[in-house]
């Protein structure tokens, strides 16, 4: 019997060494072909020493910034809101230092760092003011550091399910620790995910329904796996500053500027219902930064740009209306 089991765990390990060593093959043809085919045509400025990526579309003013969550997406997140958008007013997304074509940044991802980056490439690709910023997820964060120091560049801003400085101390502990640890796992858990080709093949799986849309899936799958392994780097040491972008971003006002809070409304499971009610609690906290604010709810899932961009469009469309 012992000798029968002992047989069993030696070609149990067998197998999973061989299925390790395929994931490591198929990781480094991944990364090499993924580089080969993608031709990079885009749009770059320098800021601090490094180059950012972006993307200018549309005419005239006001100009409309988008900032990204937490995420390997970067600009990709909002294609069918800049799209349309662009038809009545000039906009630009980015890719925030370290994300998907935006080479590092020698700082630290600080709340602040990345507000003053932010306002570089604005200014070196002569964005024409007022800004109307436009911040999903942890770009709320950095839409408030942004505002400390660049309010009166501002002519509008609208979250899109934007995080909040206090979410973390005033979430259910399970959760607390949960979102703790998304954002900050350990170091030997990262590389052997990022080696083994699992990032990939779980990355690969969920983007089509993230983009779903046929006509640029392809090149969406073209760049972020060019980009793949960098940008989740990005990603993370982006995480690892949460906490602070948390911190730094408190005590932000919006003064008078125009201010459209898009609240999420649909969670998926009962978890998520309990922090999605403390979550709207803080979004309406939020409606105190500007004497110009409204909260609107929608019926979606975080990322309200991809599942319903026309809310996100005429949220902006309003507030362009009303700068002009």
Not at 36 to 50: A, E, I, L, S
Not at 67 to 77: F, K, R, T, V, W
Not at 142 to 155: F, M, P, Q, T, V
Not at 253 to 271: G, M, R, V
């Amino acid at each position: 019997m012992v000798k029968k089991i002992l047989w069993v765990l030696k070609w149990l390990l067998i197998f999973v060494v061989a299925l390790l060593m395929l994931g490591v093959i198929y990781e480094q043809y991944s990364r090499y072909s993924a580089k080969k085919n993608f031709v990079d045509n885009g749009t770059y400025v320098q800021v601090n020493g490094h180059k950012m990526h972006y993307v200018k579309r549309g005419v005239g003013s006001p100009t409309v910034i988008f900032e990204s969550g937490l995420d390997y997406a970067g600009h990709m997140s909002w294609y069918k809101v800049q799209e349309e958008v662009s038809k009545f007013a000039t906009t630009i997304s980015y890719d925030r230092a370290g994300i998907l074509r935006s080479e590092k940044s020698h700082k630290p991802r600080t709340c602040e760092n990345m507000a003053d980056e932010l306002h570089t490439l604005l200014e070196k690709t002569e964005a024409r003011k007022p800004y109307i910023l436009v911040a999903h997820s942890l770009g709320g964060l950095l839409a408030r550091c942004y505002a400390k120091k660049y309010a009166d560049s501002l002519g509008g801003i609208v979250f899109v399910d934007a995080s909040h400085p206090e979410q973390l101390e005033r979430a259910p502990k399970a959760i607390k620790e949960e979102m703790k640890s998304a954002t900050t796992p350990s170091d030997w858990v990262v590389s052997f995910f990022f080696h083994s080709g699992i990032t990939r093949l779980a990355t690969n799986s969920a983007l089509p329904e993230f983009v779903n849309d046929e006509k640029n899936i392809d090149a969406f799958m073209s760049e972020l796996n060019a980009y793949l392994i960098k940008s989740t780097k990005g990603a993370l040491e982006e995480g690892k500053m949460f906490e602070q972008m948390l911190q730094a971003s408190k005590d932000a006002s919006f003064y008078d500027i125009p201010f459209t809070i898009l609240s999420a409304s649909k969670p998926h499971n009962e978890e998520e219902r309990i922090y999605f009610e403390i979550f709207r609690k803080l979004q309406e906290e939020s409606l105190s930064l500007s004497t110009k604010s409204k909260l609107i709810s929608v019926e979606s899932g975080h990322f309200i740009q991809i599942e319903k961009p026309e809310v996100v469009i005429e949220a902006i469309r309003e507030i362009v209306k009303e700068v002009n």
